[in-house]
């Protein structure tokens, strides 16, 4: 059984309380649906002696699974790295950054078309099979996940995290956010990665 994670919204100067309120009541949503899933897989009759690649009850469950789950960890990803109020990354996530984009205003730019064109979700990850930095796009939170990518920094980019503040305007909540990236939360999750004890 998984429990919502508390965050601070006074932090977050890019989204109005109403907008953050109804966003976080979207992610403990996802939170209840991985607990019910969870209590369904346990379940003697979780239909796996039946399961099917076509359609089964099994498979149901297993997809659903990746969905919510996702749900929850990218939400508190995101959640926990915007309301920052520096506007250039620390020294550690800075050297990577103009490492593989050449500058933070070159980095700035993907990042920002990254965001344009993902459906779901914009991530900056580190890929440990190629052992480089790239922002990735998904459109569905189990959709465009690159196995062993390590992310960094989650955006939100499903209407829902923007619509109420920002109406179609998905350029202007793009720079609103990346205007407020958490850059201490961001050079913690750089600091993991090389210290070896990914979290």
Not at 39 to 62: I, Q
Not at 83 to 104: D, L, V
Request: hydrophobic fraction near 40%; aromatic fraction near 14%.
């Amino acid at each position: 059984m998984i429990k919502a994670v508390e965050f601070n919204y006074s932090e977050i100067n890019s989204l109005s309380k109403v907008q953050f309120d109804e966003h976080y009541k979207l992610y403990k949503g996802y939170v209840d649906k991985v607990n019910e899933i969870t209590g369904k897989l346990n379940e003697k009759e979780n239909g796996a002696k039946d399961a099917n690649a076509v359609y089964s009850l099994y498979r149901g469950l297993k997809e659903a699974e990746s969905f919510a789950l996702n749900g929850c960890i990218l939400h508190e990803l995101y959640f926990e790295n915007i309301g920052g109020e520096k506007q250039n990354p620390c020294p550690n996530t800075e050297k990577i950054i103009n490492m593989q984009f050449g500058s933070f205003e070159k980095f700035r730019e993907d990042l920002t078309a990254c965001c344009k064109a993902a459906r779901g979700w914009c991530i900056f990850v580190y890929e440990h099979r190629t052992m480089t930095f790239k922002n990735i796009l998904l459109d569905a939170h189990n959709l465009g996940n690159i196995a062993l990518g390590y992310p960094l920094l989650a955006i939100d980019m499903y209407e829902h995290a923007y619509f109420y503040d920002y109406l179609s305007d998905k350029a202007k909540y793009i720079a609103a956010i990346i205007n407020s990236i958490n850059w201490d939360v961001v050079e913690k999750r750089v600091g993991y990665l090389f210290s070896g004890n990914i979290q």
